[in-house]
């Protein structure tokens, strides 16, 4: 029988391991949101929303991503006044984390609130990279999302969507800033899913006002 004083040193060793292993495990959570590396290189026309979905997959899986049902972030409207489809209803219910396992949000309602930890540090592309924003040699703030701060279509008129993620010529989509930074002090011009809408839908139109044509994408298991 060991003597009291060992085991209680074994005992305290093995809690440290233990404990130390579970908080290396909370940490580790797998990445299920991230903002895309790069573009589909047409400006908004990413193929409708099966297109901009299979590029979240594409970039997931080349960076080692086990999950299948990624989803972009993207809401489209529809003619005559018809429901649109909203950004919100795509992406399942959470929780979703970062590259490094960082906590996004607990769930939509938490993502579309101010306990939301959308910044430009946490914000990260599939290869667990900061991507560049306002102040930074290259501005690539501007995410296209289609949507208004609640995470819907947009119902304010004209086109918000670069004809449903189709146009690669005419047309205007809503953009929100992942490092909730803009030219003013007004909320919802550091929204990080709807601060303004885009120049154009080319993508030299995208970039004249900071984006390249990014994108959410988010697991929606």
């Not at 991507?131 to 609640?150: E, K, M, Q, Y």
């Amino acid at each position: 029988m060991a003597p009291t004083g060992r085991l209680s040193v074994g005992l305290a060793v093995a809690a440290l391991v233990f404990g130390g292993q579970g908080i290396a495990f909370a940490q580790d959570s797998e990445m299920t949101f991230f903002v895309t590396s790069v573009g589909k290189g047409e400006g908004g026309d990413l193929g409708g929303l099966d297109g901009a979905d299979a590029h979240c997959r594409s970039l997931a899986e080349a960076a080692g991503s086990r999950h299948k049902n990624w989803r972009a972030y993207l809401s489209t409207t529809a003619p005559r006044g018809e429901a649109g489809v909203n950004a919100r209803n795509r992406i399942g219910n959470g929780p979703w984390h970062n590259a490094k396992g960082e906590l996004i949000a607990k769930g939509v309602d938490d993502l579309h609130s101010d306990a939301n930890n959308v910044t430009k540090d946490t914000a990260l592309n599939e290869k667990g990279e900061t991507v560049s924003g306002r102040g930074d040699d290259v501005n690539r703030h501007d995410i296209l999302t289609g949507s208004d701060p609640a995470g819907m279509y947009s119902t304010a008129g004209g086109d918000t969507t670069c004809g449903n993620w189709t146009s690669n010529t005419e047309g205007s989509a809503i953009v929100g800033h992942h490092d909730r930074l803009g030219l003013s002090d007004a909320r919802h011009m550091t929204s990080w899913n709807s601060s303004h809408g885009t120049a154009g839908c080319s993508q030299e139109a995208l970039r004249k006002t900071g984006g390249d044509g990014l994108f959410y994408c988010f697991v929606a298991d």
